[in-house]
């Protein structure tokens, strides 16, 4: 008989749970439904998943570090124009690393892309902005890595290099940029080396 009341009262609970979700909902935000980012977990018996940021630290003093909040930014934190086309393109959340050292500035920037959304559109659409504003296409260290150069010109003093790939959910960016081109080719070059190294397109 108390084996019977026991049940009974795990019954009772489960229903009046299941009763308060139909009538209140989950609690869930219903504004970040369309925000939702999947990451693959490639070993779930990792206590935290290394796929959730897959970009390494730069050298140098760190300016910007989003990189180390779960949920990152908005798409806000980049230029206008580029926030905005990432967003139409499905960018939600923004992880990044930007640090300077010797005149040069570096960054790895992690874009990711809402379920349901085509991190190749954000690439496509990114270069195509990059294009435009131009930036000429450079030598790439990968055929799935799209890299573009920006020379000193018009009173412009600043050489820099930007490369783009998809990750999983993720829009990868490669930057480096600074007035001395032999620091800026072999800054970018060494970090482009090392974040392919661990994070290749996928």
């Given at each position: 008989?108390?084996?019977?009341?026991?049940?009974?009262?795990?019954?009772?609970?489960?229903?009046?749970?299941?009763?308060?979700?139909?009538?209140?909902?989950?609690?869930?935000?219903?504004?970040?439904?369309?925000q939702r980012v999947t990451v693959?977990?490639?070993?779930?018996?990792?206590?935290?998943?290394?796929?959730?940021?897959?970009?390494?630290?730069?050298?140098?003093?760190?300016?910007?570090?989003?990189?180390?909040?779960?949920?990152?930014?908005?798409?806000?934190?980049?230029?206008?124009?580029?926030?905005?086309?990432?967003?139409?393109?499905?960018?939600?959340?923004?992880?990044?690393?930007?640090?300077?050292?010797?005149?040069?500035?570096?960054?790895?920037?992690?874009?990711?892309?809402?379920?349901?959304?085509?991190?190749?559109?954000?690439?496509?659409?990114?270069?195509?902005?990059?294009?435009?504003?131009?930036?000429?296409?450079?030598?790439?260290?990968?055929?799935?890595?799209?890299?573009?150069?920006?020379?000193?010109?018009?009173?412009?003093?600043?050489?820099?290099?930007?490369?783009?790939?998809?990750?999983?959910?993720?829009?990868?960016?490669?930057?480096?940029?600074?007035?001395?081109?032999?620091?800026?080719?072999?800054?970018?070059?060494?970090?482009?080396?090392?974040?392919?190294?661990?994070?290749?397109?996928?």
């Open positions: 008989m108390r084996i019977h009341i026991v049940v009974l009262v795990h019954v009772l609970l489960a229903a009046l749970a299941v009763g308060a979700i139909a009538v209140w909902g989950t609690g869930a935000d219903p504004a970040l439904a369309g693959p977990d490639r070993d779930p018996r990792l206590p935290d998943n290394p796929e959730r940021l897959a970009i390494v630290r730069p050298p140098g003093v760190l300016v910007t570090d989003t990189a180390t909040v779960k949920q990152g930014t908005a798409p806000s934190v980049l230029p206008e124009g580029e926030a905005e086309v990432l967003t139409d393109a499905g960018v939600v959340e923004v992880n990044a690393y930007v640090a300077r050292e010797d005149g040069i500035t570096q960054g790895l920037w992690q874009m990711s892309v809402r379920d349901g959304g085509d991190p190749r559109q954000a690439l496509r659409a990114i270069d195509d902005l990059y294009a435009a504003g131009g930036w000429r296409q450079a030598p790439t260290p990968d055929r799935d890595v799209l890299v573009r150069e920006q020379r000193p010109a018009g009173g412009q003093r600043f050489s820099g290099y930007r490369a783009h790939y998809v990750r999983g959910p993720y829009l990868i960016r490669i930057e480096a940029y600074g007035t001395d081109q032999a620091k800026v080719d072999d800054a970018f070059a060494t970090l482009a080396g090392r974040q392919l190294a661990q994070w290749p397109p996928r």
